[in-house]
Nanobody, 120 residues
Framework: QVQLVESGGGLVQPGGSLRLSCAASGFTFSYYRMSWYRQFPGKERELVAAISRFGTRPNYADSVKGRFTISRDNAKTTVYLQMNSLKPEDTAVYYC?????????????WGQGTQVTVSS
């Protein structure tokens, strides 16, 4: 059974930090590109950051470059999103995504989401 379980969300003041985790199980983690998306109320999900199968090619949305860092631990089948210098406009539900890219791009999975609220 495939599971992506996010944790680490919560309420933080502007300028603060949070670290999101996404623990994966039920599939071969190293076959998948891992990403974090976020969704604002009434809007579609948008890509925040993505990392390749072995962590060599992270990429970021322009709005989070220099503030957020995505990483993964294939041994622990977990992907992380370190979020620093948080702004109120980062408030959203954050979702973990797994997309199989080996040997070819195919199925994908979503986590249930975790709320991040940046407010004083």
């Amino acid at each position: 059974q495939v599971q992506l379980v996010e944790s680490g969300g919560g309420l933080v003041q502007p300028g603060g930090s949070l670290r999101l985790s996404c623990a994966a199980s039920g599939f071969t983690f190293s076959y998948y590109r891992m990403s974090w998306y976020r969704q604002f109320p009434g809007k579609e999900r948008e890509l925040v950051a993505a990392i390749s199968r072995f962590g060599t090619r992270p990429n970021y949305a322009d709005s989070v470059k220099g503030r957020f860092t995505i990483s993964r631990d294939n041994a622990k089948t977990t992907v992380y999103l370190q979020m620093n210098s948080l702004k109120p406009e980062d408030t959203a539900v954050y979702y973990c995504n797994a997309l199989r890219t080996y040997p070819l791009e195919s199925e994908g999975y979503w986590g249930q989401g975790t709320q991040v609220t940046v407010s004083s």
